[in-house]
């Protein structure tokens, strides 16, 4: 049973669900995280990156400080977010990043993505706003890290309209990954 009271948890946006995944959703995020992994990305998928999609279950479902949200219409998955007891990895991020977002207690948002058709309705922040929710509801969490991949059309503007901009190593220093890192602000906390 992941997140107690927000197991049965649902919101409407328009024609779409949003709500906490349950195994009947794990194929549909699959499939909605490795489309973007080979399509947006153009990465396809690397197991040393990637490995949270190959189990969802283990990963998102069962540990219970852990969430996986998904967006439908219909049957069909066409939005993911996740959440998962996380620091920053260091190499390749930064070590202090590292240092200021410990795993037991940073929250780390991973594999906010919405198939192309279903992009500009709500959806993302829809889906964010279930995990911010799900975090605040877990004492062990001070903070919610995440790092986005600035080629990514619009993800940048995205998390600059929800969160707090922590690291953009673009200043000049070689940032082979183009990622800027943000912690979203969590009600009633200070990390």
Avoid at 43 to 67: C, F, K, M, N, S
């Amino acid at each position: 049973m992941t997140g107690g009271t927000m197991q049965h948890h649902r919101h409407s946006v328009g024609p779409y669900e949003v709500q906490m995944a349950g195994r009947g959703h794990v194929t549909g995020a699959r499939s909605v995280m490795l489309d973007t992994f080979y399509r947006d990305f153009g990465y396809g998928y690397r197991p040393d990156w990637h490995a949270d999609v190959i189990d969802l279950e283990g990963t998102y479902l069962a540990p219970q400080h852990h969430a996986l949200f998904v967006a439908t219409k219909g049957d069909e998955v066409v939005g993911t977010t996740a959440v998962r007891a996380a620091a920053p990895k260091s190499p390749p991020h930064p070590r202090f990043l590292a240092q200021r977002y410990p795993e037991e207690t940073t929250a780390q948002l991973f594999r906010v993505y919405v198939r192309p058709e279903h992009r500009r309705c709500g959806l993302a922040r829809a889906l964010v706003g279930l995990a911010i929710e799900f975090v605040t509801r877990q004492p062990r969490y001070r903070a919610l890290y995440l790092h986005t991949d600035t080629r990514i059309d619009g993800a940048e503007p995205f998390w600059r309209s929800m969160a707090t901009p922590i690291h953009d190593p673009r200043d000049g220093r070689d940032d082979t990954y183009q990622t800027v890192h943000f912690e979203i602000p969590l009600p009633g906390r200070s990390g």
